[in-house]
């Protein structure tokens, strides 16, 4: 089955420091990949997105590019702010069958920590 | 304003006594589904529903049911909870059923904190 594997947490980084959560997925078919972002308290948000391989899924100064041969989506940013500090979840959706398409798959979430 | 409602926000409940977790979009949205969020474990799906009278089964719907008589509301539904269903709890729309959830991003509400004592 289909399967999101993420980097444990928390990581902790100073502000301005570049951050890398790495992201690997298994999959049958050709999955769109996500990350969602969650703040203390709330809901998850879509952060970015890729559908197919070799996009570059980019927001709020985040980044993420979608590796078929690695099977991975690692978020980047060049430059945290204290108000970075969230949970991170990398998701993936495979539309290979019609049984699938309901189905989003999360990753266990990755804590950063952002310190002033 | 396009939000997700779910309500209540906590809940404390003992073994056995059925309960009800409300949620309701008001964004026109087909597709409607739950989680289930848990240390380590990341979100889990519950249920998912494609449309109006249509339900099915996440990951790990067992102790679970759902309906979806309008479109508007998908609530969540305990027969007879137990302790290992204390969690945190999530419900989110997305615009179409189409092409599938890939298509157009989740709209979670701000959960539902459960304990099953």
């Known amino acids: 089955g289909n399967s999101v594997t993420q980097m444990e947490g928390p990581v902790t980084l100073s502000e301005e420091a570049f951050l890398t959560i790495n992201c690997t997925y298994t999959?049958?078919?050709?999955?769109?990949l996500f990350w969602y972002v969650q703040y203390p308290g709330e809901g998850l948000q879509l952060l970015l997105k890729?559908?197919?391989?070799?996009d570059k899924g980019s927001n709020k100064g985040f980044e993420a590019t979608y590796r078929k041969e690695t099977t991975s989506f690692h978020l980047e940013k060049g430059s945290v702010q204290v108000s970075d500090s969230a949970v991170y979840f990398c998701?993936?959706?495979?539309?290979?069958?019609?049984?699938?398409?309901?189905?989003?798959?999360f990753g266990a979430g990755t804590q950063v920590v952002v310190t002033p | 304003e396009a939000q997700v409602t779910q309500n209540p926000r906590y809940l404390i409940t003992v073994t056995g006594k059925k309960l009800t977790v409300t949620c309701s979009q008001n964004?026109?949205?087909?597709?409607m589904s739950w989680y289930r969020q848990d240390p380590g474990l990341g979100l889990r799906q519950i249920y998912y529903?494609?449309?109006?009278?249509?339900?099915d089964k996440g990951d790990v719907p067992e102790g679970y049911k759902v309906s979806r008589k309008e479109k508007r509301n998908f609530p969540l539904i305990l027969e007879s909870p137990s302790p290992n269903q204390t969690s945190l709890y999530f419900c989110?729309?997305?615009?179409?059923?189409?092409?599938?959830?890939?298509?157009?991003?989740?709209?979670f509400g701000n959960g539902t904190r459960l304990t099953v004592t």
């Open positions: 999959a049958t078919g050709y999955p769109s």
């Open positions: 989110a729309s997305s615009l179409g059923a189409t092409g599938g959830v890939h298509n157009s991003p989740l709209h």
């Open positions: 529903s494609m449309n109006v009278e249509v339900t």
């Open positions: 998701a993936l959706s495979d539309i290979e069958t019609t049984d699938s398409w309901g189905k989003l798959q």
């Open positions: 964004m026109n949205h087909e597709y």
């Open positions: 890729a559908t197919k391989a070799d």
